[in-house]
């Protein structure tokens, strides 16, 4: 019997992506399908289980909230149900604004006030202290993306601001998160991360049904 990821390149082309490049290619052939082929069929929870934490964290209280790699737009919905109402999404694929552009939340409103096309690796086109909350979801998953990248939501972060990050349990250590945020908050920019492991899948077979996430909650103070 095949795995759930042997019936599903795409799934193992998403753990595998290296380059920004990988993931625009990715994400364009894949935008149309992704709910139904991924979110639904996978049982992905991941989502759900961060806009928890962060709103357990005192996350926004109708301050402006990022979402960082929006994708389809899951993580938007996920907010806008639950009464926030000022949510913008960064993705690097235009494709996936694209499907995200028309999701709506429970209450009938489109769950995004802006989109944003942008390139965590390179200087995305927000100014700087204006989100007063910053969740991402998926983007640090895959390894693809060190903790260098989080330079750049905390330089978009208005001090103060509460963040819940999602990022791989196995990369965490791997790929020196752990170190990143010890020097930042030595150094003053950050309160010390407190560290959640969650789910990404609610159940299922296959070689990555068992992957978790170090959700990381911290505040940005200057």
């Known amino acids: 019997m095949n795995t759930p990821e042997e019936d599903d390149p795409d799934l193992d082309l998403a753990y595998s992506l290296e380059t920004p490049d ?3 290619r990715l994400y364009a052939r894949w935008a149309e399908t992704y709910d139904e082929t991924f979110v639904e069929k996978h049982g992905y929870v ?10 357990d964290a005192g996350g926004s209280a109708g301050g402006a909230i990022l979402d960082v790699g929006c994708g389809t737009g899951v993580v938007g919905v996920a907010l806008g149900d639950v009464g926030e109402t000022i949510v913008d999404g960064v993705d690097i694929s235009p494709e996936m604004l694209d499907v995200a552009r ?6 009938g409103r489109p769950a ?3 989109l944003i096309e942008g390139d965590l690796t390179q200087t995305v086109p927000i100014g700087d202290d ?7 979801v998926g983007t640090f998953t895959h390894g693809h993306l060190g903790p260098e990248a989080i330079d750049e ?12 990050l999602g990022i791989n349990a196995v990369h965490y250590a791997e790929l020196g998160f752990d170190r990143w945020f010890a020097s930042r908050s030595a150094q003053g920019r950050l309160t010390s991360p407190h560290l959640i492991n969650v789910s990404i899948y609610e159940a299922g077979q296959g070689d990555h049904a068992g992957d978790r996430a170090e959700v990381v909650v911290f505040q940005v103070l200057t």
């Open 22 to 24: 990988d993931s625009r």
């Open 153 to 164: 939501l905390v330089r978009v972060a208005a001090p103060s601001a509460v963040c819940a």
């Open 102 to 107: 028309g999701k709506l939340t429970v209450h």
């Open 130 to 136: 204006t989100y007063s909350g910053i969740v991402s």
């Open 112 to 114: 995004y006030r802006n």
């Open 46 to 55: 991941y989502h759900e289980n961060v806009v928890g934490i962060f709103l």
